[in-house]
C-alpha cells in the first residue's frame, strides 16, 4: 500500500552547521541512518552558501523546487540550479560546494546507493502508474492529482502541492494510477515530481 505524505505536516531538521534544514519524505529501510539507507528523498531548504556533505557510494539527483536557486561547483564540473523543475545527477562521492544565487533555496533530493538501486527523478504532466515499478515516490508540484487505487482497494484520493506517496513493493505490486485531477493554463497546469526505482546497478554517469 502507498504510504501518504504532506510536506506542510513533514518536520524539518536543522543543519548542524546552521545553513538550512532538511525534510526526509522517505527513507528505505524504513529508520536508516545516513550511512545505512539504500535509498532516500528529501527536501531541502538552503540559507547559507558551503560545502555539501560527500557520500561516497551514493548516486545523487537534485532538482530546484523553488527560490533562486545554487551554482554547484565539483571536481572537473559545475552546474547552475537555477531553472525550477530540471533534474540534475551527480555522484555523492565528490566534494561539491553549493553558491547562492541570491536568496533561500528550495530543492528536491533523491540519493540512491550505487548498486543497490538505479532510477530517475522526472517531471511528469501525464497520468503515471506504479505497477512493475520496484519503489518509488511522487509529490505534487502543481495542480490537482487523483490517485485511483486498483484491486488492492484503498479510497480515491486527490492530492495537491507539497502531498504525495512512496512505495516499496515487497510483494504483489502496488496497483493503481495517478492522474491529473483538472486542466488549467501552462501557468498552472499539473506537474508531479516522479521517481520510479528499480533494484540492482544503474549506468554510469
Request: proline residues 12%; negative net charge; charged residues 20%.
Given at each position: 500500500m502507498p504510504v501518504?505524505?504532506?510536506?506542510?505536516?513533514?518536520?524539518?531538521?536543522p543543519w548542524k552547521n546552521g545553513g538550512g534544514s532538511t525534510q526526509e519524505l522517505a527513507?528505505?529501510?524504513p529508520g536508516a541512518d545516513m550511512n545505512a539507507f539504500e535509498w532516500r528523498v528529501s527536501l531541502a531548504t538552503v540559507d547559507r552558501p558551503g560545502p555539501f556533505s560527500v557520500f561516497p557510494g551514493i548516486d545523487r539527483q537534485i532538482m530546484l523546487l523553488g527560490g533562486d536557486g545554487l551554482h554547484l561547483r565539483g571536481p572537473g564540473w559545475e552546474h547552475g540550479l537555477d531553472q525550477r523543475w530540471q533534474p540534475f545527477a551527480f555522484p555523492g562521492?565528490?566534494?561539491v560546494d553549493g553558491a547562492m544565487l541570491g536568496g533561500t533555496s528550495k530543492d528536491f533530493n533523491l540519493m540512491l546507493r550505487r548498486g543497490a538501486w538505479h532510477g530517475a527523478l522526472q517531471v511528469a504532466g501525464e497520468a503515471r502508474a506504479p505497477a512493475g515499478v520496484h519503489a518509488g515516490l511522487c509529490m505534487v508540484l502543481q495542480g490537482g492529482w487523483r490517485w485511483v487505487p486498483g484491486e488492492q482497494g484503498g479510497e480515491p484520493r486527490v492530492l495537491h502541492a507539497g502531498q504525495g506517496f512512496w512505495w516499496v513493493q515487497e510483494g504483489a505490486a502496488l496497483q493503481g494510477r495517478l492522474e491529473p485531477a483538472h486542466g488549467g493554463s501552462a501557468a498552472d497546469a499539473p506537474a508531479l515530481a516522479w521517481i520510479a526505482l528499480e533494484r540492482g546497478s544503474r549506468t554510469e554517469f
Open positions: 501518504f505524505f504532506d510536506l506542510a505536516a513533514t518536520p524539518a531538521t527513507c528505505w529501510p562521492d565528490d566534494a
